[in-house]
Each structure stands twice: as C-alpha cells, then as structure tokens.
C-alpha cells in the first residue's frame, strides 16, 4: 500500500515541482501544495490501543490538529517522513465510552493540500442507548443504536427470533443469539432497514422464561398475495401448497417465500401438502410475498406431486457478485441485467452459466440472418432474460429421473414469464412456445402470449400448460423459447422467466 502512495506521489510531485520553486521563501521551506498520507483510516481498541504509523508524502510545510485524545508525533514537518499516531484509553467514570470518530487532516496552507485520516476507537455503543417502542422503530435512521425491552419471544430461527410487545413485532438479526420461544428478552443493537425494519441484536438480555407461545388470530392473506395492503410485520395466516419454501394458491401470481422458518417447523416434511402456514409479513418483491413462517396450523392433506421445481434462488450469489437488477420488480427496463456467460458473475470461478450448466439446463441462442451469433441471455435477481434485438434466446429443462422409463401422464407445467418494455413505451410482442422433445422429435404443446398493453407496468404472468395425454419421462426434455415466427427474428422479443414448477394432482 505504501509503495502506491509513493508512485502517486512521485507522479504529483513532476506537475508541482516549478510552481513549488517558484514559491520557495528564503525564510523557511515552502509551504505544501501536495499531501497524501498512506492510510485514509485507523481503528484502535477501546482501552490499552497500540500506536500506530503512516507516512506522510508532501512537497512541502505541512501540519496536523488533534483533538485532545490523538496524539500526532511529530504534528508538523517538511516533505515525506513517517508519524505516529496514539490515542488515550476510551474511559469513563472507569468504564468504556461511546466510541468515538475523528477526522484528523494533514495539511498545508489550502483546500488542495489536505489529507484526511479517519481515526475511530472502540467504545460501548450502548451506554447511553435510548429506549424504543417497536412503533417508533421505522422513524429511526439505520444505525441508530436502540433498546427494546419486555419483548416476548415468538418464533426462533436459524438467523434470528421475531418477538413482540403484544402489539406490535419486530425481526431481530442474529444467528448467534440463544432464545427460546416464550422467553422474555430485552434486545440492543442498531435499526437496520431491508424492505422493512430489523434490529441487528448485538446484545440480547434473557430477563424471563416466560410461558408457552400463544399465536394471535392473525390476519388471512390467502385471496390477496397480488395485492397486499399490509405495512407491518403482523402475524398471517395462508393456506396454500407447499414446494419447499414456496408456498402456491392456485390463481394467484404472486407466491408466499418464507425467508426464515422457524427452527421446529419442518416444511419439508409437507411438501406437495395443503397447508395452511402462521407467520409475519415481511414485505412484497414480485413475484414473492415475504413470510417468516413460524408455525404449521393445519395439514389439509397431500395436493399435488411435485416432479421439479426450481425459483432460481441459487442464482443469488451471482447476481450479488455481477451487480445484476430486478427489471420486473422495480419496473425498470434498465435495471442491470449481465450476460450470464459474464466473467463479472463467477461465483468461485464459475458463472451463470456454468452454475445453471451443472444443474442441467442447456440454452439456445439465434439471431437474424444478417447478425453474427453472440450472447443473448442474461443474469437478474434471481432469474433469467432471454433476448435483445434480433437475437432469441431459449432454455431446455433438466432430465427429470423421478418421471422414470414409463414416464407419468397427466403432468402441468406452471412458471412465471414476463416481457420487456422499451424506451416509447411498447411493450415487446413476444409469444413462447413449449415444446417437448422425445429423441429428435419435437412437439409443441402451448403457445403463450403476455396480454401486457403498451405503456403498461412490467408484472410476472403465469404460464400453466396442460401436458395431458403426452408422455413425459425420465429422457423428455422441455423446451421454452420464442415462437417458430419468432425464431430467429429481427424485432426486440425480449422476456423473462422465474418459479418453473412440474407437477401432477392428486
């Protein structure tokens, strides 16, 4: 790190030499134009801290002020030399303060010629910690340190407990915290705000046992996944089928993900099951509306089958690494969206691509005649686009072994797709087709069209195909991908695609 400062240094020094000349006083040395110092922050413990060193490169007279906690040795010089910096022991009344920040400058005469040092010592950032109400909880700017007592425990996960005031609850962070349902806590840490409001718990005080956890009525949100009313993280209720943490009411877009389940709630031993779920709202990103699940208060019986499913949600750590968007969610047709075969999205040295590779699925790209073949499939958050102006892209489904050598009659294909808007505010006339491929034939089995007008809001669509009397198995392969007439095409027919889902009834 020092060695970069130097050649910064040595570059800004060839501009500044003549005018540093020039300005030279027979009196003394000429006063700094430049500075940089080779670290922009130092942390120090709270008590007994080490000193610590940086260099300060300078063309000139240069000086320091400290506040009386730093100590800068020395706190003035000429050109480039080595200064320690110490702090004092973080105390008071015998006891660690509040942390504490400081912006040390090192400067000469102007603005131009100053360094900055961010200086922070440890402290107790809960010694004078104010108490909240969990209602008070969303005014509060993220990173306020707050207080919240009486706090009854409602359902531990592995990531954290939701707990509740008997009015209103809270979700508290932390995968290291040891609470029990019922127990009786007061909770500190800093607000922190991710669609809704969350207290990251540093410190977390038992002051009961409490008593055995009774669930309110809660509110029924089963007819209204595509249009929440709900703010707050309030108990819910939903009755639905369960795919792993994915639960589907039939004729609704949006899908219940629980985020968080609680660490006795074995959802997995309900799958293809009609439940009916007890949780806490934790907001909307379509197509999911956001449930810590905490309790299971009815099995209604098994459903359905379920062959594959897949919500692309392994894809998280990709599109985290490349940066990717949510076109569809935040309705913004310029959201990020790399190409999957992106180096930017390698995830221990693998991309996209090569993550969805592993899993089986393949990719078909096309272009117009008159274009050289290139990528056209790309990377959002968690799922794929397909397509840009004369270019189509597709996606074959993995081999799906539990259908076995006789295959399985009666099966539905269900997913979610949607296309894009362009910058007049057409929206892209993309039609998809589903085509199962047995060997080299190829039969299509549903033509889908999005119904999405011009001008209109980008919203996830369902897709659900009926693949009745065709035999599908172990060896089928299911293709979707633009129309024949679109295949290859000149026009932008771009779409997306998420939550893809095989399955038979009961």
């Given at each position: ?289 956001k449930v810590i699940a905490s309790n299971l208060i009815a099995d209604n019986g098994i ?191 771009r779409w997306f695609l998420d939550n893809i889902k095989i399955s038979s009834p009961m």
């Open positions: 790190m020092k060695n970069i400062f130097k050649y910064c240094f040595v570059a800004l020094m060839s501009v500044l030499t003549l005018s540093v000349s020039s300005c030279k006083d027979d009196d003394g040395p000429a006063p700094a134009k430049a500075v940089l110092v080779s670290a922009s922050g130092l942390n120090f413990e709270g008590t007994n801290p080490d000193t610590k060193i940086v260099t300060v490169y300078s063309d000139g007279a240069w000086t320091v002020d400290a506040p009386e906690w730093i100590t800068v040795t020395p706190a003035e010089g000429v050109g480039t030399m080595d200064v320690e910096i110490s702090v004092s022991d973080n105390l008071r009344d015998g006891a660690l303060d509040n942390p504490r920040r400081y912006d040390l400058i090192f400067h000469g005469p102007s603005l131009a010629s100053q360094a900055k040092v961010v200086i922070r010592q440890d402290g107790d950032k809960f010694r004078d910690g104010k108490e909240y109400q969990i209602n008070e909880i969303d005014a509060v700017n993220d990173e306020t340190v707050v207080a919240i007592t009486n706090l009854t425990v409602m359902a531990v996960t592995s990531n954290g407990f939701v707990a509740t005031d008997g009015t209103d609850n809270i979700w508290v962070l932390g995968s290291d915290i040891s609470v029990a349902p019922g127990n009786m806590v007061k909770v500190q840490g800093e607000k922190w705000t991710d669609g809704m409001a969350y207290v990251l718990g540093e410190r977390v005080t038992k002051l009961s046992d409490g008593q055995a956890v009774t669930y309110p009525q809660g509110t029924d949100i089963t007819g209204s996944l595509d249009n929440m009313t709900l703010t707050k993280r309030d108990y819910i209720t939903v009755t639905g089928v369960l795919d792993g943490n994915v639960l589907s009411v039939k004729g609704a877009t949006n899908k219940v993900q629980f985020i968080e389940v609680a660490e006795n709630l074995k959802l997995d031993d309900f799958k293809g099951h009609s439940v009916t779920i007890g949780g806490y709202f934790s907001g909307v990103a379509a197509p999911a509306v459903a359905e089958t379920i062959y594959f499913s897949d919500d692309f949600e392994w894809l998280a750590p990709h599109v985290q690494a490349s940066g990717a968007g949510s076109t569809i969610e935040t309705d913004d047709p310029g959201a990020s969206s790399p190409q999957i075969s992106a180096a930017g999205t390698k995830v221990d040295g693998v991309t996209a691509e090569g993550a969805a590779q592993a899993r089986g699925y393949e990719f078909l790209r096309t272009c117009a005649p008159d274009k050289k073949a290139g990528e056209c499939i790309y990377l959002n958050g968690n799922y794929f686009k397909f397509g840009k102006t004369s270019y189509q892209g597709g996606i074959i489904l993995p081999a799906i072994e539990a259908l076995g050598d006789g295959g399985i009659e009666g099966l539905k294909l269900s997913f979610v797709w949607s296309s894009q808007r362009q910058g007049s505010g057409v929206v892209d006339p993309t039609e998809l087709v589903v085509i199962l491929k047995n060997g080299d034939e190829e039969t299509p089995v549903a033509t889908l069209q999005h119904g999405i007008p011009d001008n209109g809001k980008l919203v996830w669509v369902n897709a659900d195909v009926d693949l009745s009397g065709a035999k599908v198995d172990k060896n089928t392969r299911i293709i979707i991908r633009n129309t024949d007439a679109q295949w290859p095409n000149s026009k932008a027919l």
